[in-house]
């Protein structure tokens, strides 16, 4: 099923290609130099659109697969698909680095040709990371991503940039060379880079396991789950308000999504045999995470705590499938909680980029993100008020907002596994709704704090247009996740299907 | 052996270096200081004649001349030192012709040591090399510490080679023969006495080591690299690699291969050696030819470890290695060269503060080279990394990868450290720099050769591979 236009390629080099005008144009005319941005970002997203439009529901095969030899004497080839399970990712790509463009647009006085540069240049590498299917594709791209996100924290973030962008730097390059070692390994013993020739691969108990952990050493920093999730929190704080965006919104997911392309399918043993510690490991970023975000003075880092305790429902989702599979009787339990995982990762997307562009919002009038440098917003940015009220709602879960629906799938699939997981998973339904709310009780309502909150500006259209796309992005999720579940229904169940055969 | 013309034509190459070398050499004393210029461009010229011609000659004649394409690497990377310097020497009243003609030598002994069919003539291409590389070093007579840095060279050096000496000796009095041809099939024929072969084999690597700077055999690296004028250092650290590379497969491959258990494990020893000390103590250092240096003996840890492996796969790798290494080391000089010029010497890290503010290509250009130096892609030094780890876990050492990886994480820091000095910190002086036009090309090339490279590293590898072949 190869589609006529090369629609992959052309949505990870659009905006690389882009990114060089761009820089080419300079900053002598700043304003011509946003437009060309923007108008680079919309034309991928545009591009990107025929990916779903165009795609065939119903089949688990890769679609708009694209092969051309590379490196031909390593068998490496310049291999792209997708699938039900990357289509959406890559389609929340596209959709966040535009608005993050849009947000951007005032904010970055110092360099802005070499800052949107760098958020374009990150949106090809990351798309390309969502479609590679040889090895070495996906590893140039998983570790290209660093070196503009390392960039576009150290040279436009806050005070202690430098530690955090090198701390980010240093954990995530550790967590891959590993996977680097396995990928090689397991080239030695397929004699291909082919992903998809990995998941056919038989491989030993032991094998297995390594290969687990070399993964899990690499996907694990990028979730990021607890105990090495604490590079997040710097880089966050530190991290202009469109790197956090981004941070959270999509390479958060870059984690999850190595699970299902790389973990699971090549080492179903191993994940089966290891699936207490994934478990484990999620239910503390859950609860414990939960509780670590509630005594936090500053909002960024109260919100990069959340995300680490929202993508620990991730996490659980899929692995609680190992043991949902392993009771006959709650077979469709385990496609639940692969499922509620990738709505859960989409909607995070959604949410926590939005409370992110909130916090960039204030900080870009007030120049803190302190919490008890605000109260009483509400009384001088009613419609700010609005926004943040509902995206704190959807974080901390409200039915009706997309929030919920990936936090009830997990947890019901939980329930078919058992009643204490589930239970753990749905005590963030009150540690969520108690940081958040607590969050927004003090900056948002309350009596006028101080002077500075007194003289605040309403957002402006350019802000109100970012946040109300997001707005509606969270409410069509959160009441018709029809469409998204569907999307990724066949590609979940053949991955189930293949999980379920034990490579020994 | 009967010696008509035609069995000269595999030499032509050396000889066009050689003629052009003395023809420079005689020329040079003519030419007021004014018409320096000429040497400039009559060297360019000369290397490239002897490129051509090395393609001329091309693969018609293995038994003598490796390959054609080993030999224009070197070629190239000379020809890039030799166009950095120059606006570095016209500023500090060190344009001579002898800078050009030493550096001819240079490559003419490179190119031996590549070509060499018998222990004898590629010991004499290392000395003609390393000979030069002395001479070089105390170029700039008035300095002390260039001084300081020749002598520590020169002793250190000629102790090497006659360790290296020694070694061939051995194997001489083992094998009865010198060229490696000979040597290999009387060694797989014959039941040879196998302690002096090892004893010899044991000077070799030594003396291998000592010319690559691997730890044990490092010390000189540092102290060389700082006290060099920097265009020398950046024509030490980078080209000679590539020809170290190539006697070391040449005599361990070529002519010792029977010994492969042996040498194997000395070069474990030498590449785990190598990149924990390099990488490890490159972090502490302020002053970046000193950091480079380590990174240098981190690197060397690498092309070992392709070495090692024995295996077609690993030699193209460490080939594909050491000639993108030259490429970064010229890279990463030349832009030291090039900060140099302003009356002051770009030597400590914190004088690339701000580059980015300065002038942002250049600080580009820096950025792709350290990434590159770092193995990270989207850069060719990514691809580098992955060909030598492939090669060692094609032979079962996975924990050796291991080993590689870790220390290439610690690495990672201090190229990080250059970036973000760059990228981060407030400059200085807030001017633009202003190179020579010639070598503005010439860096932007080099640098973007990384990410060229980087996307299309099938070219190099499949010519790495023919050569090993």
């Known amino acids: 099923m190869t589609a006529e236009l090369p629609i992959l390629s052309l949505t990870i080099w659009l905006p690389i290609l882009g990114a060089v005008l761009v820089l080419g144009s300079g900053d002598r005319a700043p304003n011509l130099t946003k437009w060309l941005a923007l108008g680079f970002a919309v034309a991928t997203f545009l591009v990107s659109l025929p990916l779903y439009s165009g795609f065939h529901l119903g089949t688990a095969e890769m679609q708009f697969v694209e092969r051309a030899a590379w490196i031909p004497a390593f068998d490496v080839h310049y291999h792209l698909g997708v699938d039900g399970i990357s289509v959406p990712l890559i389609l929340l790509t596209t959709f966040m680095t535009v608005l993050v463009i849009i947000a951007g647009w005032e904010a970055i006085h110092y360099r802005p040709a070499q800052y949107m540069a760098a958020f374009l240049v990150m949106e090809g590498v990351m798309v390309g990371v969502f479609s590679a299917l040889d090895a070495v594709l996906f590893y140039v791209f998983w570790e290209a991503m660093l070196i503009p996100m390392f960039l576009i924290i150290g040279v436009w973030g806050g005070p202690n940039r430098v530690y955090a962008t090198i701390k980010f730097f240093l954990y995530t390059f550790l967590g891959s060379v590993f996977m680097l070692v396995a990928l090689i390994y397991m080239y030695t013993q397929s004699g291909s880079f082919e992903v998809l020739g990995f998941h056919a691969l038989k491989l030993s108990l032991k094998e297995q396991i390594l290969i687990f952990i070399a993964f899990l050493l690499a996907f694990a920093v990028k979730v990021p789950m607890w105990p090495v999730h604490t590079w997040l929190p710097d880089a966050h704080v530190e991290a202009p308000t469109g790197g956090s965006v981004i941070l959270a919104a999509i390479m958060l997911k870059i984690g999850g999504y190595g699970f299902l392309r790389f973990s699971l399918p090549i080492a179903p043993d191993a994940s089966n045999y290891l699936d207490l510690l994934i478990i484990a490991m999620s239910l503390i970023a859950v609860v414990y995470i939960g509780f670590v975000a509630l005594v936090q003075q500053d909002m960024k880092k109260l919100i990069a705590y959340s995300s680490i305790s929202h993508m620990g429902f991730v996490t659980l989702g899929f692995f609680i499938a190992f043991i949902v599979m392993a009771q006959p009787a709650a077979q469709g339990g385990a496609a639940l909680g692969i499922q509620g995982g990738m709505v859960q990762m989409v909607s995070h997307g959604f949410i926590s980029g939005a409370l992110f562009l909130c916090v960039g919002v204030l900080y870009d009038r007030i120049h803190s993100r302190q919490i008890a440098d605000y109260g009483g917003v509400v009384n001088t940015m009613p419609w700010f008020a609005a926004f943040m009220v509902f995206f704190a709602m959807a974080n901390a879960g409200l039915p009706g907002t997309s929030g919920f629906v990936g936090e009830f799938m997990v947890i019901l699939a939980s329930f078919r596994a058992d009643f204490w997981y589930a239970f753990l998973a749905a005590t963030t339904l009150i540690i969520g709704a108690a940081y958040t709310l607590w969050m927004v009780k003090r900056v948002v309502f309350g009596e006028v704090a101080n002077d500075k909150v007194a003289k605040l500006q309403d957002v402006n259209g350019r802000e109100a247009l970012v946040l109300t796309t997001l707005a509606i992005a969270v409410l069509l999720l959160g009441l018709w996740p029809q469409p998204l579940i569907e999307l990724m229904d066949a590609s979940v169940e053949h991955l189930l299907r293949h999980i379920a055969v034990s490579k020994l | ?469």
């Open chain 2, 1 to 469: 052996m009967d010696m008509d013309l035609h069995s000269l034509i595999p030499l032509l190459p050396e000889l066009v270096l050689l003629l052009a070398g003395c023809a420079i050499l005689v020329l040079d004393l003519f030419l007021t200081d004014r018409q320096r210029d000429l040497t400039y461009v009559f060297s360019l010229v000369a290397l490239a004649a002897a490129a051509a011609a090395a393609i001329g000659v091309g693969g018609s004649s293995r038994e003598i001349l490796m390959s054609g394409n080993f030999v224009r690497a070197i070629f190239v990377v000379t020809a890039l030192a030799f166009v950095y310097s120059r606006g570095y020497l016209q500023a500090r009243r060190l344009y001579r012709g002898e800078f050009y003609v030493l550096g001819l030598f240079a490559a003419l002994g490179m190119s031996v040591m590549v070509s060499a069919g018998s222990f004898l003539s590629a010991y004499l291409g290392l000395e003609l090399l390393a000979l030069s590389l002395y001479a070089l070093v105390a170029f700039d007579r008035d300095s002390g510490a260039g001084s300081e840095a020749a002598i520590k060279y020169f002793v250190l050096g000629a102790l090497a080679s006659g360790l290296l000496l020694y070694g061939i000796s051995m194997v001489y009095g083992a094998s009865g023969a010198l060229d490696f041809a000979t040597v290999s099939e009387t060694l797989r024929a014959t039941d040879t006495d196998r302690t002096v072969l090892v004893f010899g084999l044991v000077f070799v690597v030594i003396g291998i080591a000592f010319k690559f700077g691997a730890v044990p055999f490092h010390m000189w690296v540092p102290d060389v690299y700082q006290g060099a004028p920097t265009p020398v250092t950046l024509l030490l650290g980078s080209a000679p690699k590539i020809a170290a590379f190539a006697l070391a497969m040449r005599l361990l491959g070529d002519g010792l291969g029977v010994l492969h258990g042996d040498w194997q494990q000395m070069l474990v020893l030498l590449a785990v050696a190598s990149l924990a000390l390099g990488n490890v103590v490159a972090i502490a250092q302020t002053n970046i030819k000193r950091m480079l240096a380590y990174s240098t003996i981190s690197h060397v840890g690498f092309i070992f470890l392709g070495l090692l492996a024995g295996t077609a796969d690993g030699e193209a790798a460490a080939m594909f290695y050491s000639i993108l290494y030259a490429l970064m080391a010229a890279g990463a000089f030349g832009v030291l060269v090039l900060l140099s010029r302003e009356g002051l010497e770009a030597e400590q890290i914190e004088d690339l503060r701000g580059l980015n503010q300065r002038s942002p290509w250049y600080a580009g250009m820096m950025l792709l080279l350290m990434f590159s130096m770092a193995g990270v892609p989207p850069t060719a030094g990514f691809f580098a990394k992955l060909f030598v780890l492939d090669a060692v876990i094609g032979i079962d050492m996975v924990w050796l990868a291991i080993v590689a990886v870790s220390f290439s994480i610690v690495g990672a820091f201090y190229y990080l450290r250059v970036v973000k000095v760059m990228y981060f910190d407030a400059p200085v002086d807030e001017s633009p720099l202003s190179a020579p036009a010639d070598a503005v090309w010439v860096l932007s090339l080099n640098g973007l050769t990384m990410l060229v490279l980087g996307f299309f590293p099938a070219a190099l590898l499949s010519i790495c591979t023919a050569a090993v072949a």
